[in-house]
């Protein structure tokens, strides 16, 4: 099953990942960074009364469905549709960061997280508290 693959494919990723200095290096990018944008306050202020508040996911790929646009295999605008989202209205952003399963990145993360006054959710298989620290150190919110 292709989540039982995933899983034991993060643990491995995850052993090459614990170096003490690694996390010294997340922690240190951690303390100089911005606070986060709290997520649910955020979201309950950007939406318009008595509608849902939105969340839009940027995405290249997926396991089962591959790219989800042909030509995502020469280039991705992945800050183009977060930028396109957040003008669009949405009160948030997802990004796909597993680059094996999902053809994502943390860099993705970061980069929007500068260009948008939005608050961003890293989207990846969690497994370990490395990849938390990883996350905030690229600007996730949530």
Do not use: C, W
């Not at 010294?24 to 100089?32: E, G, M, S, Y």
């Not at 989202?85 to 860099?107: I, M, N, P, W």
């Not at 993360?109 to 150190?137: C, H, S, T, W």
Request: hydrophobic share 40%; proline share 6%; net charge neutral.
């Amino acid at each position: 099953m292709i989540l039982d693959r995933i899983l034991e494919h993060k643990k491995a990723e995850l052993r090459h990942k614990q170096s003490r200095s690694y996390l010294a290096d997340l922690k240190a990018v951690i303390r100089d960074a911005p606070p986060t944008l709290g997520f649910a306050v955020t979201l309950d202020a950007t939406k318009p009364p008595s509608s849902p508040a939105l969340i839009a996911e940027v995405k290249k790929a997926s396991p089962s469905l591959g790219l989800l646009r042909p030509e995502f295999e020469e280039t991705f605008d992945y800050l183009g549709f977060a930028r396109t989202y957040h003008e669009q209205g949405a009160s948030a952003v997802s990004v796909l960061t597993d680059k094996d399963f999902f053809q994502g990145d943390l860099r993705y993360l970061k980069e929007i997280k500068q260009a948008l006054p939005i608050p961003a959710l890293n989207k990846e298989f969690m497994v370990g508290d490395v990849q938390f620290y990883e996350a905030r150190a690229h600007g996730a919110d949530a």
